[in-house]
Every structure is written in structure tokens, then in C-alpha cells.
T-cell receptor, first 115, second 112 residues
Framework: GAVVSQHPSWVICKSGTSVKIECRSL??????MFWYRQFPKQSLMLMAT?????????EQGVEKDKFLINHASLTLSTLTVTSAHPEDSSFYIC???????????FGQGTRLTVV | KQEVTQIPAALSVPEGENLVLNCSFT??????LQWFRQDPGKGLTSLLL?????REQTSGRLNASLDKSSGRSTLYIAASQPGDSATYLC???????????FGTGTRLLVSP
């Protein structure tokens, strides 16, 4: 099956700093990628849709100026958590639809801890 | 707004039992439904994908059914093993664009 690679798998940062998470589709092109987050003991919630060549679309309640998304190429989307706070500590995971949009493939996820 | 619910929230069984996990969704207009497995602190492993036109899919000891009209899916695990212990998530795609709405998950523990 198709492979989506997410990096880093975990990161610890200080409050006020920014953290960048990368999501790459390794063997297929993805004009769209999705970013989800999962707080402890909760399910995954969609944060935003990353669109290659245009602005990302954010879900209600997600601050676009805090969670910067850049879809730089057909195989790479990045999520930057700016001015991170402890409440941003969460599990972030990206996905990309397969060619033909028949299936969603997920990255390995990134556990962010803000101290 | 699509809402996905999974029952039970947690399940503990002895090894060897057959078990059923349930998933229900409020809007039957879905493109497909996927079942995933998530191990603690890890990403998602796709288990089964059922297109809206299909009724069931099977992979090894796993069988997933879909009743779109009633908004329900079940995941059947035969002869459970300790290695099956994980959280199982179902997710629906409202459109053919794979933007998924996830269920609340079922935490499964299979004891030796």
C-alpha cells in the first residue's frame, strides 16, 4: 500500500517556541492532505485540510495563525505550531488520500509535548 | 453534522473469544467506512475499508459489515489473541475525498 511518512515521531519543546511537523507521501502525489489531532483519551479530530498551491482550510475552532500549514509540493505538507503552549500538547497525525481518493493513508503521528 | 459513536468504549476478554465491535453514524450519506487499529502512542493501521456499495469485507480473522441505511457497521474478530489488544477506531468519509470523521474508539484488552 501507499506510504505516508511523518516526521518527527515525537518532540518536546519549550513554551513560546515553534515546532514544525512534516508529512510526506512517499510513492504517490497528494494534492490534498489532512491534519488531525488527538488529545488523551479522545478520538482524532480533523484540524485542517492542506491544499497544494492554495491556502489551507481550517475546521471551526482551529486558529489558522497558530497552526500554519504549507503544502509546498505534491508530496509534502508541513504543520507548524507557533508559540506553542502546554495545551497544544497532543498527538498530531496527517493523512493523504490515495490516487483516486479511494482510501486514506496515515502517517505515523507526532507526539508533541510542550513544557 | 456527522457523528460517529462506538460501543462498547472498552472491552476485556480472555484469549480465544470471538467478539464484535460496533460503530454507528448519524448520516447515512457516506462514501466509505474504514476500521483502524491504534496501539498506544502510535499511528493508525488500516484494517478494513468498506465502500458504500459493499456490505462486508474480510481480512484474516477480521470481518467488517456495513449497513448504510441504518448507519451501522460491525467489526467481528474471531479467535481473539493478546496481540489484538489495541484501540479500534471506525471512521467514515462523507465524500469521496477521504476527510474522515472518527468514532470514539473501543479499547480492547485480550488477556492470555
Amino acid at each position: 500500500g501507499a506510504v505516508v511518512s511523518q516526521h518527527p515521531s515525537w518532540v518536546i519543546c519549550k513554551s513560546g517556541t515553534s515546532v514544525k511537523i512534516e508529512c510526506r507521501s512517499l510513492d504517490f502525489q497528494a494534492t490534498t492532505m489532512f491534519w488531525y489531532r488527538q488529545f488523551p483519551k479522545q478520538s482524532l479530530m480533523l484540524m485542517a485540510t492542506s491544499n497544494e498551491g492554495s491556502k489551507a482550510t481550517y475546521e471551526q475552532g482551529v486558529e489558522k495563525d497558530k497552526f500554519l500549514i504549507n503544502h509546498a509540493s505534491l508530496t509534502l505538507s508541513t504543520l507548524t505550531v507557533t508559540s506553542a503552549h502546554p495545551e497544544d500538547s497532543s498527538f498530531y497525525i496527517c493523512s493523504a488520500p490515495s490516487t483516486g481518493n479511494t482510501e486514506a493513508f496515515f502517517g505515523q503521528g507526532t507526539r508533541l509535548t510542550v513544557v | 453534522k456527522q457523528e460517529v459513536t462506538q460501543i462498547p468504549a472498552a472491552l476485556s476478554v480472555p484469549e480465544g473469544e470471538n467478539l464484535v465491535l460496533n460503530c454507528s453514524f448519524t448520516d447515512s450519506a457516506i462514501y466509505n467506512l474504514q476500521w483502524f487499529r491504534q496501539d498506544p502512542g502510535k499511528g493508525l493501521t488500516s484494517l478494513l475499508l468498506i465502500q458504500s456499495s459493499q456490505r462486508e469485507q474480510t481480512s484474516g480473522r477480521l470481518n467488517a459489515s456495513l449497513d448504510k441505511s441504518s448507519g451501522r457497521s460491525t467489526l467481528y474478530i474471531a479467535a481473539s489473541q493478546p496481540g489484538d489488544s489495541a484501540t479500534y477506531l471506525c471512521a467514515v468519509s462523507p465524500t469521496g475525498f477521504q476527510k474522515l470523521v472518527f468514532g470514539t474508539g473501543t479499547r480492547l484488552l485480550v488477556s492470555p
